[in-house]
């Protein structure tokens, strides 16, 4: 077994509002939301949750969550304070206390906070505390359902898994061409600004992914895990799926800015080629403005600060690799503005950055 330190948890006052946070703000979270009607039926369920116990959360809604879901919480220490809770009925009210979840692939010791956030609505906060191996002997209590018990025929039906029961599709290059070629058709100046929140968006849950990687590692967080390391799981990450390997260039990072180089991006390849890209003239078309959106969604999770990552090469308009400048959010502009004027290199773009004010402001160097 490793020890670990719990999770950041949601201060009890912050914990009330809970109920009013949107389905994408729950999945932000680096710890388990469940939400329970009170007959026990999972009404929510957030990404976090959903990867630690490798269950689909299209899946698990609707379904008992002491009968079907989490068999292992049969107990009095369990769903007999979830009742207790539901008799009392006093909106407001928590109860804290720790439990072990029995998985087929292991057990995961958490602290739970079970909190009634409006009648008939009950939150399960779930920070995990260890993390146990592979079982080696048969269970002596009913352990939580596996991905495949709740769907036994989905692969008939064109559902794939991966070996952690994360529903994946095969999409090849030409997917992204299309997708550019139709975003230029119908909305040719929303590229940009589509591709970048979308990879925002799939940034901030890459990083619940790598939260899981950490938490199953013996980590008490992502964000314990040295730089170095965590580029380097980045790169393995996105490489291993096909984007291109990314390469982490800290040396300036002391300047405010941090240098990611992804020598074979598929967006680039994928989308039409433009002019080349010289040191002058005017601004050349950037294709992976979704890689860009990623480094930016998963970076801030990682550092703690929000951060803005910006393609200032790419391989579509010439250039030998696409090289991407992470800097702090509020220095973004800096590096749109030098863009904009044609100032696309690493040096150009670090002149940029100390000749503006605030040039102090830097990247995380960690």
């Not at 220490?77 to 979830?82: A, D, H, L, N, V």
């Not at 967080?221 to 291993?240: F, Y």
């Amino acid at each position: 077994m490793i020890d670990l330190e719990p999770n950041s948890a949601p201060h009890p006052s912050d914990s009330r509002q809970i109920d009013a946070r949107t389905d994408s703000e729950l999945d932000g979270m680096p710890f388990g939301v469940i939400a329970l009607d009170e007959s026990g039926v999972v009404l929510r369920y957030n990404l976090y949750e959903s990867r630690l116990a490798r269950l689909d959360k299209n899946q698990v809604i609707g379904r008992n969550f002491f009968s079907e879901i989490a068999r292992c919480t049969r107990t009095d220490s369990f769903e007999g304070r979830f009742k207790r809770m539901l008799a009392k009925g006093t909106v407001g009210s928590s109860e804290q206390f720790d439990f072990v979840f029995g998985f087929a692939f292991g057990e995961q010791q958490v602290a739970i906070e079970m909190l009634l956030a409006a009648p008939g609505k009950t939150y399960l906060l779930v920070n995990r505390k260890s993390v146990r191996a592979e079982r080696t002997q048969a269970p002596s209590v009913p352990l939580a359902v596996l991905q495949r018990a709740l769907a036994p025929e989905e692969t008939v039906l064109g559902v794939r898994r991966d070996d952690i029961e994360r529903r994946f599709v095969d999409v090849s290059a030409p997917f992204f061409a299309a997708l550019r070629a139709t975003c230029d058709r119908v909305a040719p100046e929303s590229w940009q600004l589509f591709a970048t929140e979308w990879g925002v968006q799939w940034g901030r849950r890459a990083a619940i992914d790598l939260e899981a990687w950490a938490i199953e590692r013996g980590r008490a967080s992502l964000r314990d895990v040295p730089m170095q390391e965590l580029a380097a799981l980045v790169a393995s990450t996105i490489g291993d799926r096909g984007w291109g390997r990314p390469a982490f260039d800290f040396v300036h990072a002391n300047e405010g800015v941090v240098t990611i180089v992804v020598d074979r991006s598929a967006l680039a390849e994928a989308a039409p080629r433009s002019h080349s890209a010289g040191s002058a003239g005017p601004p050349v078309d950037l294709a992976c403005h979704l890689l860009a959106g990623c480094f930016s969604g998963l970076m801030t999770y990682v550092a703690d600060r929000r951060l803005s990552a910006r393609e200032i090469l790419c391989r579509s308009s010439g250039a030998p690799c696409c090289t991407f400048a992470l800097v702090s959010h509020e220095r973004r502009r800096i590096v749109d503005a030098a863009i904009l004027e044609g100032r696309r290199g690493v040096d150009a773009i670090r002149d940029a950055l100390r000749s503006a004010p605030g040039s102090g402001d830097a990247a995380p160097s960690r």
